[in-house]
């Protein structure tokens, strides 16, 4: 047996079709771990050592996940073929890794740009690994957003009620803004 991990409900239940009775396709639901919303999540100071968290409702669907790895031949990680997709994949694998579901389990990824059965069954053909540039890029992107986002955030919100939160675009977008501000003034 072999399992599939996709993002959705909907794939799964399409590419269980194609693949037949001797694959599990599961749903992650999207992102399954996320940096909890605390000071220290991410370490500058640490080599930028960052701690997951588990979202309560992603822990029913890795523990479906979970379940049905056990005793799998190989698990196949299908998730959307971009930098989220590949991140998410990789949670996966490591939430299955630090439960001990993989041992004598096969990890590999698989990719596809449509929901056809001709490719998905060409997509199991030719699995690979985990791209760790993809990983690194999202940890960089979420590392920075947590950064930022959590020094400029609540002076966002004094200043601007209402606002939501402050980013990685919405920061440099600010200071780009400030800096013409001023030289306006200067003239």
């Not at 605390?38 to 370490?43: I, L, R, T």
């Not at 100071?45 to 049905?68: P, R, T, Y």
């Not at 990680?77 to 971009?82: I, S």
């Not at 791209?131 to 955030?153: I, K």
Request: charged share 25%; proline share 4%; net charge negative.
């Amino acid at each position: 047996m072999d399992v599939v991990v996709v993002e959705s409900p909907a794939k799964a239940k399409t590419i269980n079709k194609y693949l037949g009775s001797g694959y599990t396709v599961l749903a992650s639901f999207g992102h399954v771990r996320d940096l909890p919303p605390k000071n220290g999540s991410v370490d500058p100071d640490a080599d930028f050592n960052m701690i997951w968290q588990v979202g309560s409702d992603s822990e029913k669907h890795l523990k479906a996940i979970a379940d049905a790895t056990r005793g799998a031949d190989r698990l196949f990680l299908a998730t959307d073929p971009d930098r989220e997709g590949e991140a998410i994949s990789w949670h996966v694998q490591e939430v299955l890794g630090d439960r001990n579901v993989l041992e004598g389990v096969e990890v590999q990824r698989i990719v596809f740009h449509e929901i056809t059965k001709s490719a998905i069954l060409e997509a199991i053909k030719q699995p690979r690994g985990l791209d760790e540039h993809l990983v690194d890029a999202y940890l960089a992107r979420r590392a920075l957003d947590y950064l930022v986002g959590f020094t400029l955030s609540p002076v966002l919100w004094r200043k601007l009620p209402g606002s939501r939160s402050a980013g990685r675009v919405q920061s440099v977008a600010l200071r780009l803004i400030c800096e013409r501000e001023s030289q306006i003034e200067k003239f």
